[in-house]
Protein backbone atom coordinates (compact mmCIF):
# COMPACT_ATOMS: atom_id res chain seq x y z
CA UNK A 1 0.00 0.00 0.00
CA UNK A 2 1.56 3.32 -0.96
CA UNK A 3 0.97 5.61 1.62
CA UNK A 4 2.53 8.70 -0.82
CA UNK A 5 1.19 9.20 -4.40
CA UNK A 6 1.66 11.06 -7.21
CA UNK A 7 -0.78 10.88 -9.96
CA UNK A 8 0.90 12.30 -13.14
CA UNK A 9 4.27 11.21 -13.95
CA UNK A 10 5.20 13.90 -16.11
CA UNK A 11 3.51 17.36 -16.73
CA UNK A 12 4.86 20.29 -19.47
CA UNK A 13 4.00 24.04 -19.06
CA UNK A 14 5.27 27.16 -21.10
CA UNK A 15 7.70 29.41 -19.67
CA UNK A 16 6.24 32.14 -17.49
CA UNK A 17 2.96 30.06 -16.31
CA UNK A 18 2.30 28.34 -13.50
CA UNK A 19 2.94 24.88 -12.70
CA UNK A 20 1.01 22.83 -10.48
CA UNK A 21 2.47 19.33 -8.89
CA UNK A 22 0.47 17.21 -6.94
CA UNK A 23 0.63 14.60 -4.47
CA UNK A 24 -1.80 12.41 -2.02
CA UNK A 25 -0.75 10.78 0.84
CA UNK A 26 -3.25 8.31 3.10
CA UNK A 27 -1.32 8.52 6.28
CA UNK A 28 -2.99 11.02 8.73
CA UNK A 29 0.04 10.47 11.11
CA UNK A 30 2.35 12.50 8.56
CA UNK A 31 3.68 15.50 10.59
CA UNK A 32 5.57 17.13 7.76
CA UNK A 33 5.48 17.54 4.12
CA UNK A 34 8.71 18.35 1.97
CA UNK A 35 9.06 19.20 -1.58
CA UNK A 36 12.51 17.59 -3.41
CA UNK A 37 14.34 18.28 -6.78
CA UNK A 38 16.11 15.80 -8.57
CA UNK A 39 18.26 16.55 -12.22
CA UNK A 40 19.71 13.80 -13.82
CA UNK A 41 22.72 12.41 -12.59
CA UNK A 42 22.39 14.71 -9.06
CA UNK A 43 20.89 13.26 -6.05
CA UNK A 44 17.35 15.04 -4.80
CA UNK A 45 17.68 18.67 -2.87
CA UNK A 46 15.32 19.78 -0.43
CA UNK A 47 13.18 22.41 -1.65
CA UNK A 48 10.42 23.22 0.48
CA UNK A 49 8.21 21.97 3.34
CA UNK A 50 5.09 22.81 5.31
CA UNK A 51 4.00 21.56 9.03
CA UNK A 52 0.74 19.53 8.94
CA UNK A 53 -0.56 22.86 11.62
CA UNK A 54 -0.21 24.61 8.09
CA UNK A 55 -1.82 25.32 5.59
CA UNK A 56 0.43 27.66 3.25
CA UNK A 57 4.18 27.87 2.57
CA UNK A 58 5.76 30.30 0.57
CA UNK A 59 9.65 30.57 -0.26
CA UNK A 60 10.02 32.95 -3.93
CA UNK A 61 8.30 31.09 -7.10
CA UNK A 62 7.36 27.94 -4.91
CA UNK A 63 4.40 28.24 -2.87
CA UNK A 64 2.89 24.71 -1.30
CA UNK A 65 -0.53 24.04 0.09
CA UNK A 66 -1.75 21.48 2.28
CA UNK A 67 -5.23 20.37 2.57
CA UNK A 68 -5.49 17.85 5.33
CA UNK A 69 -9.05 16.81 5.17
CA UNK A 70 -8.70 16.35 1.33
CA UNK A 71 -4.87 14.52 2.17
CA UNK A 72 -3.71 17.13 -0.75
CA UNK A 73 -0.68 18.95 -1.07
CA UNK A 74 1.05 20.80 -4.19
CA UNK A 75 3.34 22.74 -5.07
CA UNK A 76 2.79 25.60 -7.25
CA UNK A 77 5.82 26.84 -9.24
CA UNK A 78 5.05 30.44 -10.82
CA UNK A 79 6.44 31.99 -13.08
CA UNK A 80 7.90 28.71 -14.13
CA UNK A 81 11.40 28.32 -15.52
CA UNK A 82 13.38 26.13 -18.04
CA UNK A 83 16.08 25.35 -15.28
CA UNK A 84 13.28 24.04 -13.10
CA UNK A 85 12.59 20.93 -15.53
CA UNK A 86 13.38 18.55 -13.21
CA UNK A 87 11.89 15.71 -10.98
CA UNK A 88 9.44 16.32 -8.02
CA UNK A 89 8.91 14.26 -5.24
CA UNK A 90 7.06 14.96 -2.53
CA UNK A 91 7.83 13.24 0.74
CA UNK A 92 5.79 13.11 4.16
CA UNK A 93 7.30 12.42 7.28
CA UNK A 94 5.85 10.49 10.03
CA UNK A 95 8.38 10.25 13.46
CA UNK A 96 11.52 11.05 11.69
CA UNK A 97 10.50 8.49 8.54
CA UNK A 98 10.49 10.16 5.25
CA UNK A 99 7.66 8.09 2.70
CA UNK A 100 8.27 9.68 -0.84
CA UNK A 101 5.83 9.82 -3.86
CA UNK A 102 7.18 8.33 -6.94
CA UNK A 103 8.07 11.97 -8.90
CA UNK A 104 6.52 13.77 -11.55
CA UNK A 105 8.91 15.12 -14.62
CA UNK A 106 8.08 18.98 -14.89
CA UNK A 107 9.13 20.07 -18.50
CA UNK A 108 9.19 23.58 -18.88
CA UNK A 109 9.53 24.87 -22.80
CA UNK A 110 10.84 28.27 -23.71
CA UNK B 1 34.61 18.47 -0.36
CA UNK B 2 31.29 19.89 0.69
CA UNK B 3 27.78 18.10 1.13
CA UNK B 4 27.00 14.81 0.46
CA UNK B 5 29.67 12.64 -1.21
CA UNK B 6 29.29 9.00 -2.60
CA UNK B 7 32.01 6.56 -4.12
CA UNK B 8 31.81 4.95 -6.37
CA UNK B 9 29.14 6.41 -9.08
CA UNK B 10 29.01 3.64 -10.98
CA UNK B 11 29.62 0.21 -10.44
CA UNK B 12 29.34 -2.96 -12.73
CA UNK B 13 29.40 -6.48 -10.61
CA UNK B 14 28.73 -10.13 -11.20
CA UNK B 15 26.20 -12.11 -8.87
CA UNK B 16 29.24 -13.98 -6.96
CA UNK B 17 31.35 -10.27 -6.16
CA UNK B 18 31.33 -8.55 -3.08
CA UNK B 19 31.77 -4.59 -3.00
CA UNK B 20 31.12 -1.55 -0.99
CA UNK B 21 29.55 1.80 -1.38
CA UNK B 22 30.66 4.22 0.36
CA UNK B 23 28.85 7.67 1.43
CA UNK B 24 30.22 10.79 3.77
CA UNK B 25 29.01 13.77 4.76
CA UNK B 26 30.44 16.88 5.54
CA UNK B 27 27.16 18.72 6.84
CA UNK B 28 27.59 17.54 10.90
CA UNK B 29 24.32 15.86 10.31
CA UNK B 30 24.25 12.91 13.09
CA UNK B 31 21.40 10.93 11.03
CA UNK B 32 22.60 8.95 7.76
CA UNK B 33 20.54 6.75 5.08
CA UNK B 34 20.36 4.56 2.44
CA UNK B 35 17.65 4.77 -0.39
CA UNK B 36 17.12 2.39 -3.41
CA UNK B 37 15.58 3.91 -6.62
CA UNK B 38 14.92 1.42 -9.30
CA UNK B 39 13.41 2.75 -12.46
CA UNK B 40 9.91 3.75 -12.17
CA UNK B 41 9.57 3.27 -7.87
CA UNK B 42 9.44 5.49 -5.31
CA UNK B 43 12.67 5.97 -3.61
CA UNK B 44 12.75 3.04 -0.59
CA UNK B 45 14.20 3.56 2.52
CA UNK B 46 16.43 0.91 3.17
CA UNK B 47 18.14 1.67 6.71
CA UNK B 48 18.10 4.34 8.89
CA UNK B 49 21.43 5.28 11.05
CA UNK B 50 21.47 7.45 14.54
CA UNK B 51 24.46 8.76 15.87
CA UNK B 52 25.81 5.84 14.61
CA UNK B 53 22.96 3.45 15.84
CA UNK B 54 20.60 1.43 13.29
CA UNK B 55 17.36 3.13 13.96
CA UNK B 56 15.73 1.41 10.90
CA UNK B 57 16.04 -1.45 8.88
CA UNK B 58 13.31 -1.38 5.89
CA UNK B 59 12.98 -5.73 5.83
CA UNK B 60 16.00 -5.92 3.49
CA UNK B 61 17.67 -8.88 2.49
CA UNK B 62 20.97 -9.96 4.33
CA UNK B 63 22.96 -9.45 1.25
CA UNK B 64 23.21 -5.79 1.81
CA UNK B 65 24.75 -4.81 5.34
CA UNK B 66 25.29 -1.45 6.20
CA UNK B 67 28.56 -0.28 8.19
CA UNK B 68 28.17 3.16 9.87
CA UNK B 69 31.73 3.90 11.87
CA UNK B 70 31.07 7.44 12.88
CA UNK B 71 28.55 9.56 12.07
CA UNK B 72 30.41 11.20 9.09
CA UNK B 73 30.74 7.44 7.03
CA UNK B 74 28.20 5.21 5.81
CA UNK B 75 28.95 1.98 3.72
CA UNK B 76 26.65 -0.33 2.45
CA UNK B 77 28.12 -4.02 1.79
CA UNK B 78 27.29 -6.21 -0.77
CA UNK B 79 27.81 -9.88 -1.92
CA UNK B 80 25.83 -12.41 -3.62
CA UNK B 81 23.07 -10.01 -5.44
CA UNK B 82 20.82 -10.70 -7.83
CA UNK B 83 20.08 -8.76 -11.15
CA UNK B 84 17.04 -6.99 -9.62
CA UNK B 85 19.47 -5.40 -7.16
CA UNK B 86 20.71 -3.18 -10.32
CA UNK B 87 19.09 0.13 -9.25
CA UNK B 88 20.20 4.17 -8.00
CA UNK B 89 21.35 3.46 -4.38
CA UNK B 90 21.50 7.24 -2.40
CA UNK B 91 22.75 8.41 0.70
CA UNK B 92 21.44 11.01 2.62
CA UNK B 93 22.23 12.47 6.34
CA UNK B 94 19.83 15.03 8.58
CA UNK B 95 20.06 16.36 11.54
CA UNK B 96 18.30 13.92 13.75
CA UNK B 97 16.37 15.79 15.87
CA UNK B 98 15.39 18.78 13.07
CA UNK B 99 11.23 17.88 12.94
CA UNK B 100 11.16 18.53 8.94
CA UNK B 101 13.88 15.53 8.57
CA UNK B 102 15.60 17.92 5.94
CA UNK B 103 17.19 15.17 4.21
CA UNK B 104 20.58 16.40 2.12
CA UNK B 105 21.15 13.45 -0.06
CA UNK B 106 24.70 12.30 -2.31
CA UNK B 107 24.63 11.70 -6.10
CA UNK B 108 24.09 8.23 -5.65
CA UNK B 109 25.69 5.03 -7.33
CA UNK B 110 24.56 3.30 -10.30
CA UNK B 111 24.81 -0.24 -9.86
CA UNK B 112 24.33 -2.94 -12.35
CA UNK B 113 24.62 -6.54 -11.56
CA UNK B 114 25.08 -9.26 -14.35
Known amino acids: DQQVKQNSPSLSVQEGRISILNCDYTNSMFDYFLWYKKYPAEGPTFLIS?????DKNEDGRFTVFLNKSAKHLSLHIVPSQPGDSAVYFCAANNAGKSTFGDGTTLTVKP | ETGVTQTPRHLVMGMTNKKSLKCEQHLGHNAMYWYKQSAKKPLELMFVYNFKEQTENNSVPSRFSPECPNSSHLFLHLHTLQPEDSALYLC?????????????FGPGTRLTVL
Open chain 2, 92 to 104: ASSQARDPSNEQF
Open chain 1, 50 to 54: ISSIK
